[in-house]
């Protein structure tokens, strides 16, 4: 047990070391150690130092220390049973305010990196609703396309029907004209002479 709460001690310092540790002294014993007289076990008894409590080193001496507690007393303990370890029931409350503390910032990156994610995906999904409309006006734009290509098509051919239509127009005009001609060209001389006859006659 004691050993387990040593190590147990050790993992906490490695986990938040106290600025000027090496001028408090605390009491490693895992639950209380014997405050003597004098500087060896053959003296006498005078209190005791529950574990983890503060106390002030005077001196050395031939494997003993005096101390002087928060109560104000002083006596002897053996030095092995003092640590310039901070006690865990003072670095409890610090560690519980570490881990409030990290625990805060992780909800708080939890929480950016759930908005960043929201706001990704609020992007994505606008950029898609964006191309789901662009590729629909393309369809359409193709269909209106296609559609307007056939209607070129057809007046294309009405145009080059109605171009032969005019050209055989033309053609029959232009062959009543001349026929028309033609036959005024052998008509006319024969009516000529005889209008001067007649006209002579009647002189």
């Known amino acids: 047990m004691k050993h387990f709460i040593s190590f147990f001690l050790f993992c906490f310092t490695l986990i938040s070391p106290i600025a000027n540790a090496e001028q408090a002294h605390y009491i490693s014993d895992n639950l209380f150690t014997y405050l003597l007289k004098g500087p060896g076990s053959q003296y006498r008894i005078v209190g005791s130092v529950n574990a983890g409590s503060p106390v002030t080193l005077l001196e050395k001496d031939n494997g003993y220390s005096r101390i002087k507690d928060a109560k104000g007393r002083t006596g002897w303990i053996e030095s092995k049973f003092i640590s310039t370890d901070v006690a865990l029931q003072e670095r409890l409350p610090v560690l519980e305010t570490e881990l409030t503390t990290v625990k805060a910032k992780l909800a708080e990156a939890l929480s950016t990196n759930d908005n960043k994610h929201s706001d990704l995906n609020s992007a994505l999904a606008q950029r898609n609703s964006q191309i789901s409309t662009l590729e629909t006006r393309n369809t359409q734009l193709q269909n209106e396309l296609t559609i307007a290509q056939d209607e070129v098509r057809s007046l294309r051919a009405k145009i080059d029907t109605q171009k032969d239509d005019l050209l055989m127009k033309w053609f029959t ?7 028309v001609g033609l ?3 052998l008509l006319l001389p024969h009516i000529t002479p005889r209008r001067r006859k007649r006209a002579n006659g009647w002189a």
Not at 173 to 179: F, H, I, P
């Open 183 to 185: 036959l005024l060209g």
């Open 173 to 179: 005009y232009g062959g009543l004209v001349a026929g």
